[in-house]
């Protein structure tokens, strides 16, 4: 059973970055597809950015695209979501999640999306 942590989360203004990392124990991540999500207070989770953790092919939600880059360290089981140019309505809990296809992940389709780790709060300010 994969078990998943999340990092690197904090205060930061606008225009600023954060890297978020993502650790993984329990099992390698080489059969799985790994992705970004993140919550907003009042609104619903979504997704951010993917990657197939074999091929390293990426994907990412159009409101974070060209700002956040999401890639992976094998070697150590870890994931990471490079953060720049943030904006004050990036604030949210991110939090990484697991899932045998890219697929769920890109659609934020939660049947499939069982692990889950406890998430990092990134609050961006104006």
């Known amino acids: 059973q994969v078990h998943l942590v999340e990092s690197g989360g904090g205060l930061v203004q606008a225009g600023g970055s954060l890297r978020l990392s993502c650790k993984a124990s329990?099992?390698?991540?080489?059969?799985?597809?790994v992705g970004w999500f993140r919550q907003a207070p009042g609104q619903e989770r979504e997704f951010v950015a993917g990657?197939?953790?074999?091929?390293?092919?990426?994907y990412y939600a159009d409101s974070v695209k060209g700002r956040f880059t999401i890639s992976r360290d094998s070697a150590n089981n870890r994931m990471y979501l490079q953060m720049n140019s943030l904006k004050p309505e990036d604030t949210a809990v991110y939090y990484c999640?697991?899932?045998?296809?890219?697929?769920?992940?890109?659609?934020?389709?939660?049947?499939?999306?069982?692990?889950w780790g406890q998430g990092t709060l990134v609050t961006v300010s104006s």
């Open positions: 999640a697991t899932s045998t296809d890219i697929i769920p992940i890109v659609s934020a389709d939660y049947r499939y999306l069982h692990i």
């Open positions: 990657i197939v953790w074999s091929a390293g092919n990426t």
């Open positions: 329990g099992d390698t991540l080489e059969s799985y597809a």
